[in-house]
């Protein structure tokens, strides 16, 4: 029997906001209204029912980890942060020698990291620029600000997706 595709549903509101209380919570204030606007759609887990990733106009944006109930960015919606938030808010930059492996999902290395928002923790979901803001990748942060900075060896960013398409 052949398998059907995933649905796609409009979340009712104490869902979204629920969802806009979490990327409000995790990015910052004015993250959860830029990330998910009125009239988004969701996919949910066919075994479950709970909401595994958020799509705007068709476009996956972010996925809900069930893990720990935080937002895994996609390409678009590392995009849609970088519009909400003024720099350096959840952004590590990256050499400009570096971006190419990057943009193709490589991981950021400690060596390479130029600057880092200051507020960032091991586990925080940033995006990766190169030194003109153009994003290159969506990832999970593994040092602090201050270590990214500091550190001579070691693995800053995991790069969870990168922008290759540019």
Do not use: C, W
Request: overall charge positive; glycine content about 12%.
């Amino acid at each position: 029997m052949p398998r059907a595709g995933p649905t796609f549903e409009t979340p009712t509101s104490e869902e979204l906001r629920r969802l806009r209380g979490v990327a409000d919570y995790q990015f910052g204030r004015g993250a959860g209204d830029a990330l998910f606007p009125d009239g988004i759609q969701v996919i949910r887990s066919k075994k479950t029912g709970k909401i595994k990733g958020i799509l705007v106009r068709g476009e996956l944006i972010a996925t809900l980890k069930p893990s720990d109930g935080y937002l895994a960015l996609s390409i678009a919606g590392g995009k849609a942060l970088m519009e909400a938030l003024p720099p350096p808010k959840s952004r590590v930059v990256a050499m400009d020698e570096v971006s190419d492996f990057i943009k193709e999902g490589r991981n950021l290395f400690a060596k390479h990291v130029v600057s880092a928002d200051p507020n960032i923790r091991p586990g925080d979901e940033v995006v990766i620029t190169n030194s003109n803001g153009t994003l290159l990748a969506v990832g999970r942060a593994v040092l602090n600000a201050r270590e990214m900075k500091y550190f001579k060896t070691g693995l800053a960013v995991n790069v969870r997706r990168g922008n290759g398409s540019e």
